[in-house]
């Protein structure tokens, strides 16, 4: 269902394909459990239909389907790109896209078992990723602050978490982000970021990283907020191998992504706590990705430890 009581049906997205792109409508649909502000639908093999649950989804909807055809070429990654908008109708007041289905098993419920080459994946991606962004690429809403803008989000993640839920010292996360918050800023100019990476935005096939999806946050910005994934997404161990091949992370930098790392750990956690909040099927499966995270992160995971 959406937030205005729609339901998304399999047979309401054929309809929508019938009316709008009657080419596509023939394909087999088949729903994708999950997602957040979208509901996926498998379209054919190839293909996927996107439909936003949520009011204020269609504008970061719009965003992706301007920006993804711009980053995609010279990404060493497959990530979704679009294939097709569909406009608002009497059917569905809010517009939907069809993008490229990006193959493989969402990290969230599969694992890394080849982690140095994870590791060289992840960087190399992340690197042909940040490069300068033009003037009039997005701008963060709720992420792309300085830690010390965001200690009230991650305050709230820590004191929302059931006792017992952390499974590691508070004090050694407090520290972590008390260190994130004295880091300087990010001085360069802003680079595109993918801006949400965790375990469900990524994709995994044969123990490696194969793929990055949801990109409905993407801005411009600091680094810092993707370079966080060394730790949410690469199993223990391998951190000093992506940020050698990153080789562009200063000690700034890293302190800052890793107290931002905390905060989405925190976040994961809390999420697969109480994920049946307005979340289809909740998110069961976050909770251990957040903790395990966790403890990489004030293991000292990374090369600022």
């Known amino acids: ?9 399999a047979q309401l997205v054929r309809d929508l394909l019938q009316d709008q792109h009657p080419d596509l409508a023939g394909l087999p649909v088949r729903e994708v459990a999950g997602g957040w502000g979208n509901q996926m639908w498998r379209l054919g093999d190839e293909l996927a239909v996107r439909m936003p649950r949520m009011a204020g989804t269609p504008d970061l909807l719009r965003k992706e389907c301007r920006w993804l055809p711009v980053l995609a070429p010279r990404l060493p990654l497959p990530v979704p790109t ?23 098993e969402p990290l969230d419920h599969s694992s ?52 017992g839920g952390l499974a590691t010292d508070v004090r050694a996360v407090r520290a972590v982000w008390d260190d994130a918050v004295a880091a300087p800023e990010w001085a360069g100019p802003p680079v595109w970021l993918h801006g949400d990476l965790h375990p469900a935005n990524v ?18 910005g600091d680094p810092a907020w993707d370079l966080a994934a060394a730790w949410l997404l690469l199993p223990a161990g391998a951190g ?37 909040r307005g979340l289809p099927g909740g998110k069961p499966a976050w909770g251990p ?17």
């Not at 994709?203 to 411009?220: K, P």
């Open 112 to 163: 890394i078992s080849r982690g140095d080459h994870a590791a060289c994946t992840l960087a190399d991606f992340l690197r042909a990723l940040h490069v300068a962004a033009p003037a009039e690429a997005p701008a963060g809403s709720d992420r792309g602050a300085h830690p010390g803008k965001c200690t009230d989000g991650f305050e709230y993640f820590l004191q929302a978490i059931a006792p």
């Open 240 to 276: 000093p191998r992506f940020f050698e091949a990153y080789a562009h992370a200063d000690e700034a930098t890293v302190r800052r992504a890793r107290g931002l790392a905390a905060m989405k750990s925190l976040f994961l956690i809390l999420m697969g706590q109480n994920g049946d």
């Open 203 to 220: 994709v995994v096939s044969d123990g490696t990283l194969s793929g990055v999806i949801d990109f409905d946050a993407m801005f411009a």
């Open 82 to 104: 679009p294939v097709r908008i569909g406009e608002p109708s009497a059917r569905f007041p809010r517009p939907w896209s069809v993008m490229t289905w990006v193959h493989g």
């Open 1 to 9: 269902m959406t937030d205005g009581g729609i339901e998304i049906s």
């Open 289 to 305: 990705a957040g903790r395990a995270a966790l403890g990489r992160v004030t293991s000292g995971f990374g090369r600022s430890s």
